[in-house]
Structures are given as C-alpha cells and as structure tokens.
C-alpha cells in the first residue's frame, strides 16, 4: 500500500484486466445496435426501391440483395474485431506513473501528459474516479477508478491535495443513456432518409442534425482525446452537408 512506498518513490499503474470484460460487453453491445440500425436501414431502402419480383415467386431476384447484405454484414464484423482488439491492446497499454510531485499518462493514440504538483488547483472525485485540474482546461487528467491499486493512487495523490466529492447524476454516467442516445439517432437517420413527406422529414432530421453538431463540438473541446482522433471526426461534416441540404429542400418544397 501507498505507507510502503517511499515518498520519493514512482510506480507505474495499470488498468485492472478482469475490468476489461466489462469495456468488451458495452462496445459489442454498442456495435452490435449500430449494425441493427444499418442493416435496418439498408433493408428498408432496399425494399421500397425494389421491384418487388421475389414477392411472386422469383427467389433468385433474391440474390443480390443478400450478396450485398452479406457484405455489408461481414464488413461490420471485421471492423468490429478490429476495433475491439485495438481496444484490448489500448487497455492493457495505459500506463500511470505517479511520482512525488508529478503524473504521467502514456496511453497510445494519446500524446503524454506530464502533470506537475505545483500545477493542480483541485482535484475532483466521483463514482469514475479523480480528475486533476489545472488552471487551463486543456491540462486536465483523468484518474479512472478502474486501475488495479486505483486506492493507492487516490491516497498518494491524497497527499497534494485533499480531493473534493463531486455528486453528478448517475444517469449523466449509464452505459444506458449512451444506448439510448444511439438508438434515438439511429432512429432518426432510418426515418429521415425514408421519409418522403415534409413534416416526418424536418421533425427527424432538425434533432439529427443537432445532434450530430454536439457530438463534432464535445470531441473537439475535450482535452482527452488525440488530435489525430479530432481530425478524423470532421468526416461527419459530409452526411451533414447532406442532412442540411435535405432539411432546406424539405422546407422550401413543403408537401
């Protein structure tokens, strides 16, 4: 325990790997309903634009609806291992080192941070665990309650500063409300590109539109997460584009 160590001491901390069982069942979950939308979606547009030759009887019409949902199927089922094993490999690569007057975090596809003691202005805590603040907001470290000896850790940073209990809703933090949220948006985009009449249209994309802008603003302003990453989010300036232009021809065309 942190009485064991000697004050000048610095000791690398991990994440806890019993507690990545919990990641990989919330991100299949997540990718498991984003897949249902989708595949919802394709179907839909599929079947409405058809010709309907296999409701007479004409199964092999079948077949290229299929080949394409089975590619769109295997798709997703490639990505999504590839991204849970970049996760894996992110989890158990997260390093902190926390000396006498100073944090590290190493942890790849982030640059490190180096938090110095005289630096933090107060330290948060709540059910995620501690957060370090500085005085600029772009300077702010997360300490997740999911590393292995995070008790140590709190401890030891006990000793800078006492850290002050932050009360937060528990719903703000529910892997539910994140479901929820992707289902809603999944939703809207299903009844936006199928819609054919004015009022459905505005009523699900102006909420999808929106939407879509918190999300580009939230991962911009957060301090946590990698410019490369940053960057990458802008691509959804494309369906945005798309969306606002449907939205304005909705409007001006009302029917």
């Known amino acids: 325990m942190s009485g064991q160590l000697a004050r000048n001491s610095v000791k690398t901390y991990r ?3 019993e507690a990545f069982e919990t990641v990989r069942k919330r991100l299949t979950l997540v990718q498991t309903i984003t897949f249902v939308g989708v595949l919802t979606l394709l179907i839909a547009t599929d079947f409405k634009s058809a010709d309907r030759e296999w ?6 019409s ?3 609806h299929v080949l394409a949902l089975t590619f769109v199927g295997a798709l997703f089922f490639f ?15 997260y390093e902190l080192l926390v000396g006498e007057d100073f944090v590290i975090r190493r942890m790849p596809g982030l640059s490190e941070m180096e938090i110095r003691r005289e630096e933090v202005v107060a330290i948060r805590q709540d059910a995620q665990g501690l ?12 300490v997740p309650s999911t590393l ?4 140590e850790v709190r401890a030891r940073l006990s000793e800078w500063m006492t850290p002050t209990e932050v009360r937060r809703a528990r719903w703000k933090h529910s892997p539910s409300l994140v479901y929820g949220v992707i289902i809603v948006e ?12 004015s009022w459905p ?24 997460l990698a410019p490369k990453m940053k960057r990458t989010m802008w691509i959804i300036l494309l369906p945005l584009t798309a969306i606002g232009f449907r939205l304005v021809e909705a409007i001006r065309n009302w029917r």
């Open 79 to 93: 990505s999504f291992r590839r991204s849970l094993k970049k996760q894996r490999e992110n989890w158990f690569a």
């Open 201 to 224: 249209l505005v009523c699900s994309g102006a909420p999808l539109f929106g939407g879509l802008i918190w999300s580009v603003v939230l991962v911009q302003r957060s301090a946590q």
């Open 131 to 142: 957060t370090l603040e500085t005085s600029s907001k772009q300077r702010t470290l997360g």
């Open 15 to 17: 994440f806890a790997p």
């Open 55 to 60: 409701l007479q009887g004409s199964l092999l």
């Open 186 to 197: 999944l939703g809207l985009f299903i009844v936006f590109f199928l819609s054919t009449k």
């Open 62 to 64: 079948l077949l290229p």
């Open 148 to 151: 292995e000896e995070f008790d």
